[in-house]
T-cell receptor, first 109, second 111 residues
Framework: AQRVTQPEKLLSVFKGAPVELKCNYSYSGSPELFWYVQYSRQRLQLLLR??SRESIKGFTADLNKGETSFHLKKPFAQEEDSAMYYC???????????FGTGTKLQVIP | DGGITQSPKYLFRKEGQNVTLSCEQNLNHDAMYWYRQDPGQGLRLIYY???????QKGDIAEGYSVSREKKESFPLTVTSAQKNPTAFYLC??????????FGAGSRLTVL
């Protein structure tokens, strides 16, 4: 069974402070990991995926297979980063995609 | 605002009634998904379909039914057997890249 755990329901940081949203997973094979974001009154959308190994809006995430983690990081938080963030796992192909419970990021001005 | 269209945006249902939520896509994606979003519980998979005329149960399929007669359409019926149907329902599709594209959602409230 595949499982995604996001331990924090709410993360509050001050503008300019570093951000780390935690994500741990369990899966027996080689998963594909994603971060999705939902801004207020907008659709849920992809932020980044581990295969791309790119930085989007200043966010990065590294897949750590030893720790089965895929934490999302940003060195300096901006107010526009305030949103709901979901970590997701795909077991491959058109398989079911499992989401974590989400973390609400609140950036305080 | 193209890609995936969900309707209606808001829906009210009396207890004991079945309701159907529509999901239409023009992305030519093979796979389609239905998720339920509840505060504090994230997104939970109800059903998914990889190809036309085929679909699989997700983690919380009880009380729901789907059909996939056309590639573009994947309607979800919330039956009277669903004990707690009040929720926000999200439809999504994915291409071979495995990236989900979401609709705007439908909010169902049981009166």
């Amino acid at each position: 069974a595949q499982r995604v755990t996001q331990p924090e329901k709410l993360l509050s940081v001050f503008k300019g402070a570093p951000v780390e949203l935690k994500c741990n997973y369990s899966y027996s094979g080689s998963p594909e990991l994603f971060w999705y974001v939902q801004y207020s009154r907008q659709r849920l959308q992809l932020l980044l995926r581990h295969i791309s190994r790119e930085s989007i809006k200043g966010f990065t995430a590294d897949l750590n297979k030893g720790e089965t983690s895929f934490h999302l990081k940003k060195p300096f938080a901006q107010e526009e980063d305030s949103a709901m963030y979901y970590c997701a796992l795909n077991g491959g192909g058109y398989q079911k995609v499992t989401f974590g419970t989400g973390t609400k990021l609140q950036v305080i001005p | 605002d193209g890609g995936i269209t969900q309707s209606p945006k808001y829906l009210f249902r009396k207890e004991g009634q079945n309701v159907t939520l529509s999901c239409e896509q023009n992305l030519n994606h093979d796979a389609m998904y239905w998720y339920r979003q509840d505060p504090g519980q994230g997104l939970r998979l109800i059903y998914y379909s990889q190809i036309v005329n085929d679909f699989q149960k997700g983690d919380i399929a009880e009380g729901y039914s789907v059909s996939r007669e056309k590639k573009e359409s994947f309607p979800l019926t919330v039956t009277s057997a669903q004990k707690n149907p009040t929720a926000f329902y999200l439809c999504a599709t994915t291409s071979g890249a495995n990236v989900l594209t979401f609709g705007a959602g439908s909010r169902l409230t049981v009166l």
